[in-house]
């Protein structure tokens, strides 16, 4: 299984599995079926992109506890749940969990294609800002402790003089600090610096 976006379908009844394989197949998109959830987790790695296609009724594990158990992991394959026996609390506990929608069977073609769409819209939208974010976090691995600091203040709004008083230094050793920063992160306006602050996870 390579990276590229593939829906997931994980359905137990064969005819049903096979026919939304060929339906979303000839709209272009990458499959790959599951008889049961527990096949699907076998093999399930974090690094997959693309959406999940779940049955709510299966043999063994169902598929709201499928979901459940992705999210505690937090894996943030985007869901898609399908149920012939949809009720209010179903929906709510699929919908509390993060799925993106929710199908009644027998699916209709058209709702079904436009939530797959979304999930994968979705999901590639979560690994953009994941790359963004690994790669400001590596940006920022170069700056010393002190240089953080006035970094972070600086993203903050504060002027040289507040953040002086605030880290117990001269105006002047801001302005050097803040200096090395641009420098090292190879930003020419605080507003790049921004940017740069905003999309990395938070330091630990």
């Known amino acids: 299984m390579t990276n590229e976006q593939t829906v997931f379908i994980v359905e137990d009844d064969a005819a049903v599995r096979d026919s939304l394989g060929l339906l979303l197949g000839l709209q272009g998109f990458r499959t790959q079926s599951f008889s049961c959830a527990e ?16 049955d709510v009724r299966m043999p063994g594990m169902n598929g709201l506890e499928l979901q459940e158990s992705l999210r505690r992991q ?24 993060g799925a993106v929608d929710f199908l009644e069977k027998p699916v209709d073609p058209t709702a079904l294609l436009a ?12 690994r953009r800002a994941g790359m963004e974010a690994e790669g ?7 700056l010393t402790a002190r240089e953080r600091q006035v970094m972070e203040l600086v ?16 105006p002047r ?12 992160l190879q930003v020419q306006s605080v507003p790049e610096l921004v940017r740069i602050v905003l999309r990395a996870p938070p330091a630990e």
Not at 77 to 90: N, Q, R, S
Not at 173 to 184: D, F, G, I, L
Request: aromatic share 4%.
């Open 115 to 126: 939530a797959v769409r979304t999930a994968l819209d979705a999901d590639a939208a979560r």
């Open 39 to 54: 096949d699907f987790l076998r093999i399930y790695q974090p690094s997959w992109a693309g959406c999940l296609l779940l």
């Open 74 to 97: 937090g894996l943030a394959l985007p869901v898609i749940i399908m149920t012939a026996h949809g009720d209010i609390t179903t929906v709510r506990t699929a919908l509390k969990s």
């Open 136 to 142: 400001a976090r590596q940006r920022l691995s170069v």
């Open 155 to 170: 993203a903050k709004g504060c002027h040289n003089r507040e953040i002086a008083e605030t880290l117990g230094i001269s």
């Open 173 to 184: 050793t801001v302005e050097v600090h803040k200096a090395r920063v641009m420098e090292k």
